[in-house]
């Protein structure tokens, strides 16, 4: 059960909850074929050619979110050549219409995204990744097993400044071969908008 933070104000539907641990470290990547806005689709052998991959579900209109924007662009500046960055969005876009694929494309636009950006329309990825918040990331290596999911930098709130790049400094390990101590190191985020069976 997802741990219930906060009920804030800053949206009337928002609930802040922590990411939670379904796939452990070593675990192998689910594999996913979910569109992207560039109008292709994509799954995990289209990544093959990289050192790891970074899944990080994510929406458009959840202020965690927004406020990881720059955090989001630095990470495909320093790192998008060697590894995968992919950005899900799993919300349901029929209650949450500022997350449809058309303002995920406008989203990204605005916010000059260049990873790819997927939509996980039937939300089973998610399922199968276990995310919980909007940021939730998960970093795979090269052989497509999970080395770190948790948060992208110590910012834990949208005002706060980050001190500390957490995941940047986790691919930097990966890639050098070192050890990530701290495999587990949870994302605070809005709830994922869950579809009503």
């Known amino acids: 059960m997802a741990r219930i933070l906060f009920a804030g104000t800053i949206q009337s539907d928002m609930v802040l909850l922590e990411s939670q641990i379904k796939l452990r470290a070593g675990d192998a990547a689910p594999d996913f074929e979910l569109m992207g806005i560039d109008d292709k689709m994509h799954s995990l052998s289209s990544y093959d050619s990289y050192k790891g991959i970074l899944v ?32 899900i969005n799993s919300n349901d876009s029929a209650d949450y219409p500022e997350d449809s694929f058309d303002a995920m494309k406008q989203t990204a636009g605005e916010k000059g995204f260049e990873f790819d950006y997927l939509v996980d329309e039937t939300q089973e990825i998610a399922r199968r990744y276990g995310a919980t918040c909007t940021p939730d ?5 090269a052989q497509r097993r999970l080395v770190f999911h948790g948060k992208i930098d110590n910012a834990m709130k949208p005002d706060d400044e980050a001190t500390e790049k957490t995941m940047i400094l986790n691919i930097e390990k990966m890639l050098s071969d070192k050890e990530i101590t701290k495999d587990f190191d949870p994302s605070i985020g809005c709830s994922i908008k869950w579809k009503e069976n």
């Open 56 to 87: 990080i579900f994510m929406c458009n209109h959840c202020p965690y979110v927004k406020a990881k924007a720059s955090a989001l662009n630095e990470l495909y500046d320093k790192c998008g050549k060697e590894i995968a960055i992919i950005g």
């Open 137 to 141: 990331p998960f970093l795979f290596d």
